[in-house]
């Protein structure tokens, strides 16, 4: 396994997508996870923002976020569907592969399996011409699927070849998940694996989840789970999982700091994972002379 494998999440860094995309090349990384919203806010627009991230050479491992999707009828479908729509767009504009569509929380929604089943077939079809595959994600807040066995269930009745599951390894911790139902995931319906930590073993309350996922996340090898995270990834790795690991470290602290600060701590926590969780050397690809 090398560097290839890993890609650092921009939420997780401070200042603009030009100094993101630069700090991430700097530190060795080929790929990044963009957020829709760095293309919405850039200066010049999303075509503009788009060239910029062609440029950069770094690969977009995906797009975040669609959110509330699921289980909606009527015009509340229709509005959504249109919000995918524009996503996918701004995926293939950036050469994304991946758009990730997180389990509901909207009490508008039924929580009907076979209808959640059926709107992620839905979507995963819309998506097959512009080259993007849909990656399902279940919040540890979700209304009906909180958990990745549901995640699972539900992207295995859809039964759709561009529809995977996403695994977070924050909503597993946050919902003290059995690793073990992993062995029943085929590896090539995993379309990315999210690796986050956080530095206290019990959280009390759905307000406590949301708030540690959205502003005190830790990098993989700094929190309280280390033993926990360690029992998933050899697991996939067992299982034959060889794709994406994307680093979604939400923490209001590492905002303050110089991105390459944190895109430091970014590579000690891949090289934590590769050197001592699955015992295998990282090679770092480094970059000069970067010019965005």
């Not at 860094?13 to 919203?37: N, P, V, Y």
């Amino acid at each position: 396994m090398n560097l290839a494998n890993f890609g650092l999440d921009s939420v997780t860094l401070a200042g603009s997508l030009e100094t993101k995309l630069a700090a991430c090349r700097a530190a060795g990384f080929s790929q990044i996870m963009l957020w829709a919203r760095d293309m919405a806010e850039h200066p010049g627009g999303v075509a503009a923002a788009a060239d910029l991230v062609r440029r950069s050479g770094l690969r977009v491992t995906g797009i975040q976020v669609l959110r509330d999707y699921e289980g909606l009828s009527g015009g509340l479908h229709d509005y959504k569907l249109d919000i995918a729509r524009n996503l996918l767009h701004v995926c293939k504009a950036v050469g994304a592969r991946l758009l990730i569509v997180s389990s509901s929380t909207s009490s508008h929604a039924a929580g009907d399996r076979d209808l959640i089943a059926r709107d992620l077939a839905k979507l995963a079809t819309t998506a097959v011409p512009l080259g993007v595959r849909i990656g399902y994600e279940a919040l540890s807040w979700g209304r009906y699927v909180q958990g990745y066995e549901q995640a699972w269930e539900v992207v295995d009745m859809a039964a759709h070849a561009n529809l995977g599951i996403v695994l977070d390894s924050f909503h597993m911790f946050a919902n003290q998940a059995d690793p073990e139902g992993l062995g029943d995931i085929q590896p090539n319906k995993i379309a990315l694996v999210q690796l986050s930590d956080f530095m206290w073993r019990d959280i009390r309350s759905t307000e406590e989840t949301i708030e540690t996922a959205s502003h005190l996340r830790v990098f993989p090898g700094q929190g309280s789970h280390s033993a926990e995270l360690s029992a998933m990834l050899r697991r996939l790795d067992r299982g034959g999982y060889r794709g994406d690991y994307s680093l979604e470290v939400i923490n209001d602290d590492y905002l303050q700091l110089a991105p390459d600060i944190a895109c430091a701590r970014a590579l000690t926590a891949a090289k934590w994972i590769t050197d001592q969780v699955l015992r295998r050397s990282l090679q770092v690809r480094r970059y000069a002379g970067v010019t965005l």
